[in-house]
């Protein structure tokens, strides 16, 4: 299946681990690149959600952000709360932290909140940024669990994500955490062929028409399996290591311009 995106709202999905107290170059990028000023907050994905909203408050007001909103939806029968929908009108940026994927996509696809979101994406007058977890959910399917196992089938687990960029896979903290291995894996798996790998303090901005830009200090990877030769993914045991070649890999760093259309860079800097 080619890789599509349905939304005419722009994405800034960053890797992880930018930073939040010194000159936050990364978050001022995203601000600038978003024309960020009314900015809805969402740390549903982390177990300390007041304590990341904190964090992340501090750094926006720094950055001279007029409004912040904390959408701190614990449980799904918050999400549809009227003040919630009340900051998703006003906002033009939504971010969504870092934390546990699965658990942010579980907790809000199929709320109204949800919904509103995707409908303001839609038209135009929203645009959406996440980091770490937030931004491995904007990808359609996600993956999580197997960091450093990807070598061995079967400790790779998937799942639907929000689908703001369809067929393909966004994985984060790539090169930090040795995440190569279990986003080649799940390629092999024959599913989906094309995957993206964003490292720690480094982000890339999604257009409607399927280009992105890298910014920050790390690099982007880029992964095809249409041409991967030699597999054993569908003839070995679950817990066996898994031979391949042929996996198409690329690395982009700040200042390239990919197309996912065409799967190629564009230009660099």
């Known amino acids: ?18 930073d939040k107290k010194k000159d936050k170059r990364l978050l001022q990028q995203m601000v600038d690149q978003t024309r960020g000023e009314i900015i809805a907050f969402i740390p549903t994905a982390s177990a300390y959600p007041r304590d990341i909203f904190e964090d992340y408050s501090k750094a ?21 709360r009227e003040e919630h929908l009340e900051a998703i009108e006003e906002a033009d940026l939504v971010f969504f932290g870092g934390g546990d ?4 996509v579980r907790m809000l696809t199929g709320t109204r909140l949800f919904e509103h979101i995707c409908s303001r994406f839609e038209r135009g007058q929203l645009n959406i940024a996440g980091t770490s977890a937030g931004a491995a959910a904007a ?46 894996q799940f390629l092999l798996s024959g599913k989906y062929a094309k ?8 982000a890339i901005r999604v257009l409607p028409n399927l280009q992105f830009s890298v910014f920050g200090t790390g690099v982007v990877t880029v992964l095809n399996s249409i041409h991967v030769t030699g597999s054993n993914y569908h003839d070995v045991a679950q817990g066996e290591k898994l031979a391949f070649n042929n996996m198409r890999i690329g690395f982009l760093p700040q200042g390239t311009t990919f197309s996912i259309k065409k799967w190629s860079i564009l230009n660099q800097r």
Request: charged share 25%; proline share 5%.
């Open 1 to 18: 299946m080619n890789p599509i995106i349905n939304k005419p709202g722009e994405l800034f999905l960053i890797g992880g681990a930018e």
């Open 60 to 80: 926006f007001n720094e950055l001279g952000i007029p409004k912040l909103h904390c959408l701190d939806v614990r449980y799904r029968d918050e999400a549809d």
């Open 101 to 104: 994927q699965v658990k942010l």
């Open 139 to 184: 990808g359609n399917p996600m993956i999580y669990n197997g960091d450093r196992r990807g070598f061995k089938k079967g400790t790779i687990k998937s799942a639907p994500g929000f689908g703001f960029v369809h067929g393909v896979t966004i994985d984060t903290h790539f090169l930090a955490r040795r995440r190569l291995s279990r986003l080649a």
């Open 195 to 202: 995957g993206i790998g964003v490292d720690e303090d480094t």
